[in-house]
């Protein structure tokens, strides 16, 4: 089985800089079988609102990132290591969250969407304050 398990969450200033990790176990690179992991990504979701994209990684390294993010974070893969990693720089009070890894065992619809994904994390909060 599949597990995600993120930490480097905490508590900022607006405009400071946080480091994501998440490792993976229970799985090998590819997008064939129950176990798994094609493509993954970084969810946050902030109390009263719904979980939302912010970057996601294909099989094959292509990154996407949502609007609010871009440029200020960066999601890097380590196969090696089994690990995810999303870089956040220039925060927001409005990227305060909790941030949930995501793994799919397919390339199937729309990678922002949640319900691609298989496998999440138990998420970490990020706080951003002024």
């Known amino acids: 089985q599949v597990k995600l398990v993120e930490s480097g969450g905490g508590s900022v200033q607006a405009g400071g800089s946080l480091r994501l990790s998440c490792a993976a176990s229970g799985h090998f690179y590819g997008c064939t079988t129950f176990?798994?992991?094609?493509?993954m990504g970084w969810f946050r979701q902030a109390p009263g609102t719904e979980r939302e994209a912010v970057g996601t990684?294909?099989?094959?390294?292509?990154?996407r990132y949502a609007d609010s993010v871009k440029g200020r974070f960066t999601i890097s893969q380590d196969r090696t290591e089994g690990t995810l990693a999303l870089q956040l720089n220039s925060l927001k009070p409005e990227d305060t969250a909790m941030y949930y890894c995501a793994a799919a065992r397919a390339q199937l619809g729309d990678s922002f969407a949640s319900y691609v994904y298989n496998f999440w994390g138990q998420g970490t909060q990020v706080t951003v304050s002024t």
């Open positions: 990684i294909d099989i094959v390294g292509t990154t």
């Open positions: 176990n798994s992991i094609c493509s």
